[in-house]
């Protein structure tokens, strides 16, 4: 088989940023994309073949898919579905608006994509589809319900794919980090300043003594038990690598954790630890 060739979301900084440099130096051919343009070219300087694809845009999802394929000649071997937003406000609080933007990146985007590569696979016979979830994509937190909902859909949907495209060579794995050092904090301000009119909420405390303060918090200051991107690499490379990747890879502590509680806990007593968090 030629070089194995990835393409890669997401990957101005990061998970998507460490991933691509990483499976560069395994010999992997990387088709490293950024929403823009400038990331891009910082990437080509940097030695990785990138250019624009972003999930708000479908006519940009599809110029993008396009230019892989004329990079290969119609093939690859894998899609790594990385690029995501976060965002902070109770769900009481979340304009519908809010959620269908949140949605289109997080999910309707992904979807796009994916579509457009299925056939690519299907042809050869072979191919790796992974999909970068959350912890949250399978527990909830307080305040966090829109990105929550986009995570827990992009985990029923990949399931379902999983199993409907067995016995096709095509395999599809979900990863699900918990805290890793990433840019994603800082992300998520301009979106809860666009939507989230926390003054007037019947929740205005919580935002003003808690909400606020932990997403303005300086960089550099670390979750409990946060991991560097490379963690969430160390799976990519596996469920790329292996001769039977995993359907799915818990990343840190955290989502391990939470696993095992949701199995042997009623609903009730997680609900107890959850609404504790932040």
């Not at 891009?40 to 972003?54: A, I, K, N």
Request: glycine letters at 8%; charged letters at 25%; one cysteine or more.
């Amino acid at each position: 088989m030629d070089k194995r060739t990835i393409l890669i979301t997401g990957c101005s900084s990061g998970i998507g940023f460490d991933g691509a440099m990483t499976l560069a130096q395994r010999g992997w051919r990387v088709l490293a994309t950024c929403r823009q343009e400038k990331d891009c070219t910082r990437l080509q300087e940097m030695g990785l073949e990138s250019f624009v694809l972003d999930y708000a845009s479908r006519e940009s999802i599809r110029e993008g898919f396009e230019e892989a394929m004329s990079r290969t000649d119609g093939s690859l071997y894998a899609l790594f579905n990385n690029g995501a937003h976060g965002f902070l406000g109770a769900v009481e609080d979340t304009p519908a608006d809010a959620l269908r933007e949140i949605f289109e990146v997080n999910f309707f985007g992904y979807h796009e994509l994916t579509k457009l590569v299925i056939p690519v696979m299907r042809k050869q016979g072979y191919g790796r589809i992974v999909q970068n979830s959350s912890i949250l994509g399978f527990t909830t937190l307080p305040w966090r319900g829109a990105y929550n909902s986009t995570k827990f859909a992009l985990e029923g949907l990949s399931d379902t794919l999983r199993i409907e495209l067995r016995n096709t060579g095509v395999y599809v794995s979900l990863i699900q980090p918990g805290p890793i050092g990433t840019k994603i904090r800082v992300n998520t301000r301009r979106h809860f300043e666009k939507w989230i009119d926390w003054e007037t909420s019947p929740f205005a405390d919580d935002y003003r003594n808690r909400i606020i303060p932990r997403l303005y918090q300086e960089n550099g200051k670390k979750d409990p038990f946060e991991l560097p991107a490379s963690a969430v690499t160390k799976a990519l490379v596996h469920a790329l690598e292996a001769k039977r990747p995993k359907e799915k890879y818990r990343v840190t502590f955290p989502t391990q954790f939470m696993a095992l509680m949701k199995r042997i806990l009623p609903t009730s007593a997680v609900d107890r630890i959850l609404a504790k968090q932040l």
